[in-house]
C-alpha cells in the first residue's frame, strides 16, 4: 500500500513583521523624546542652539536602544530638570520684581520640570530597563568611552571653542561636535569590543581617522585656513616628530600629544591613533589575510616570507640617523626649508617604498623598520604597564604568529609568553586565538577582564577625541 503524505500543503512564505512585545514600555520613548524636544525648545528660544541640536540628535539616537544609553539618558535628564527648575525661579524673581502675574508661568515650568525628573525615574526603574535593552554585553564600558570623550572636550567646547570645527563654521554649535564625538566614541567602543569585528573595525575607524586628517591637511594646504586647528601647518610625518623636537630645542605640541598617549595607552598610538600607521597596517592586512576570517584562524604556512632583518636595530639605526641628521641641520643653522625638505622625503618618499614592501611580505614594514617614532612608542610604552601575555590555555598551535603584523610573535616568544619590543597592543592575536591563548594585562592582572574593559574604552575615547579635535 503506497504510503500517505501526511503532511499538509504549507503557506507560502512571507516575511512577518517582528511584533512588538507586550511588555515594551510605550511610554518611556515618548516622555524622554518629549522632555528632550521640549528642552531644545526651550535652548533654541535662549539662542543655545548647540544645545537645542543635542537635544534633537540625543532623541534620535536614543531610538537604538543600546544600553549604555541608559545612564546617560538617566543623568541628562535630571540635569535638565534641574535647568528646569532654575529657569523657574529665575522667572518667578524677575516678575516679582516686575510685578507681573506669575504663577501660571511657574506651574508650567514646574509641571514640564516634573515631567522631565519623572521620565528621569522611569529610565531608572524597570520600564528604562526594558526599552534600552539592547547591547548589554559592553555597556559600561561603552558609558566610559562616552564619559571620557565629555571630560575631554566640554572644556575645549567650554573655555577654547575655536579649536572645534563646528564652532568655526556655525558659532555656537560647539557642543553639537562633542556630543558626535561622544556618540561616535561609545559606537566605536562596541565594535572594539567585538570580537568578530574587531579587526575590521579598528582598521576601518583607524583609516576614517588618517583620511580626515589627511583631507584637512590638503584642505589647509589649499588655503582654507578654517582646517588648520592651529593656523600653523606642519609637516604631518611622525617619523620625524622627535627629530623635529630636536632641530627645534623644544618639545611642540605634537611631542607632547604623543607622550600624554603613551602614558595613558603604551603603544597603542601605533595601532589605533597615528595617521601614518594606518595605511601601513591597511597594505600588510592586504596581503596577509585578505580579509578572510579563513585565512586568519591558519597556522602559518611552511616556507611564508619573513622579513629577516632584525627590526630593532634597524629601528636604532633610523632613529639614531634622524636626531643625528636634525642636530646636525640645527648645529649648522641649516634654514627650515631644508629640515623641512628631509621631513617629507622620509615621510612622503619612504612610505610609498614601505607600503610596497608591507604589502609584499605582510608585515609593517614602514612601522616595524622606519619610522624612529615607532622605536619610541615600543619603548617608551612600557611606562604604561599595558601588556599582551599568553594564557595557561594556550595550545601554541601558532596561529596568532600568521596575524601579527609587527614582528612581535614567532614560537620562541609564546613560549616564553609575551610579544616581543615591537608589540603595539592591536589585540589581533588576542580576538584571532581559538583557545583563548593570549590576554590583555595592566600591571600583569586582568582585574576580571576589566584591565582590556579600560583599554577599549580608553583606544575609543582618544581615538574620537582625535578625530574631532586633531586638525593640523
Ligand atoms: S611606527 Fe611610526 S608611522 Fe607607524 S604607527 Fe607608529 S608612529 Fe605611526
Ligand atoms: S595564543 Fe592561541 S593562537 Fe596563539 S599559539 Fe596559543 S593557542 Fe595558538
Ligand atoms: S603581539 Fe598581538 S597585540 Fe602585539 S602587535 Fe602582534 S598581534 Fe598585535
Not at 4 to 10: D, E, L
Not at 155 to 168: Q, W
Not at 271 to 284: E, N
Amino acid at each position: 500500500m503506497p504510503e500517505q503524505s501526511t503532511s499538509q500543503p504549507q503557506p507560502a512564505l512571507s516575511v512577518q513583521p517582528t511584533p512588538v512585545p507586550s511588555n515594551t514600555p510605550v511610554a518611556v520613548p515618548l516622555l524622554l523624546v518629549a522632555s528632550l524636544l521640549l528642552f531644545a525648545a526651550h535652548c533654541y528660544r535662549a539662542g543655545h542652539i548647540g544645545l537645542a541640536a543635542c537635544s534633537v540628535v540625543w532623541s534620535a539616537a536614543v531610538q537604538l536602544r543600546s544600553a549604555w544609553m541608559r545612564p546617560v539618558s538617566f543623568f541628562a535628564l535630571l540635569g535638565i530638570a534641574a535647568e528646569w527648575f532654575a529657569t523657574c525661579n529665575e522667572f518667578m524673581q524677575i516678575r516679582m520684581f516686575t510685578g507681573e502675574p506669575w504663577l501660571r508661568l511657574v506651574l508650567i515650568l514646574c509641571a514640564v520640570a516634573a515631567l522631565t525628573l519623572g521620565t528621569a525615574l522611569l529610565i531608572g526603574l524597570g520600564p528604562g530597563k526594558t526599552w534600552f535593552g539592547k547591547r548589554e554585553k559592553h555597556a559600561n564600558r561603552q558609558c566610559m568611552a562616552f564619559a571620557l570623550v565629555l571630560l575631554c572636550m566640554l572644556p575645549v567646547c567650554l573655555k577654547i571653542p575655536h579649536m572645534l570645527l563646528a564652532e568655526r563654521l556655525v558659532p555656537g554649535t560647539g557642543p553639537l561636535q562633542t556630543l558626535l564625538a561622544a556618540l561616535w566614541a561609545a559606537l566605536v567602543c562596541g565594535w572594539l569590543s567585538n570580537r568578530a569585528l574587531t579587526h575590521k573595525r579598528r582598521l576601518l575607524v583607524w583609516r576614517l581617522f588618517s583620511a580626515v586628517f589627511f583631507g584637512q591637511f590638503a584642505l589647509a594646504c589649499l588655503g582654507f585656513d578654517l582646517f588648520a586647528m592651529t593656523g600653523t601647518l606642519h609637516i604631518p610625518v611622525p617619523g620625524v616628530v622627535v627629530a623635529g623636537a630636536v632641530y627645534r630645542g623644544e618639545p611642540g605640541f605634537m611631542l607632547l600629544l604623543f607622550a600624554a598617549t603613551i602614558l595613558l595607552l603604551g603603544p597603542a598610538w601605533c595601532s589605533h591613533l597615528c595617521y601614518f600607521g594606518s595605511w601601513d597596517a591597511a597594505a600588510a592586512d592586504a596581503r596577509a589575510f585578505g580579509h578572510s576570517a579563513r585565512k586568519r584562524s591558519q597556522a602559518p604556512r611552511k616556507g611564508q616570507k619573513s622579513l629577516l632583518l632584525h627590526p630593532v636595530y634597524f629601528r636604532l639605526g633610523m632613529l639614531g640617523l634622524a636626531t643625528g641628521c636634525a642636530l646636525a641641520l640645527k648645529l649648522s643653522g641649516a634654514p627650515l626649508s631644508l629640515a623641512m625638505g628631509c621631513a617629507i622625503l622620509l615621510g612622503l618618499l619612504l612610505l610609498p617604498c614601505a607600503l610596497f614592501w608591507s604589502r609584499r611580505y605582510g608585515q609593517a614594514c614602514y612601522c616595524t623598520l622606519l619610522c624612529p617614532l615607532g622605536l619610541v612608542a615600543c619603548l617608551a610604552g612600557r611606562l604604561a604597564l599595558w601588556r599582551v601575555r599568553r594564557t595557561q590555555d594556550c595550545t601554541q598551535c601558532g596561529a596568532c604568529i600568521r596575524v601579527c603584523r609587527y614582528k612581535a610573535l614567532d614560537m620562541d616568544r609564546i613560549r616564553s609568553g609575551a610579544p616581543g619590543l615591537s608589540c603595539v597592543l592591536c589585540r589581533d592575536c588576542i580576538n584571532a586565538c581559538p583557545h583563548q591563548g593570549m590576554e590583555l594585562v595592566w600591571a600583569k592582572r586582568r582585574w576580571h577582564g576589566h584591565a582590556e574593559g579600560l583599554f577599549v574604552s580608553l583606544a575609543s575615547a582618544l581615538h574620537a577625541c582625535f578625530l574631532f579635535l586633531a586638525m593640523v
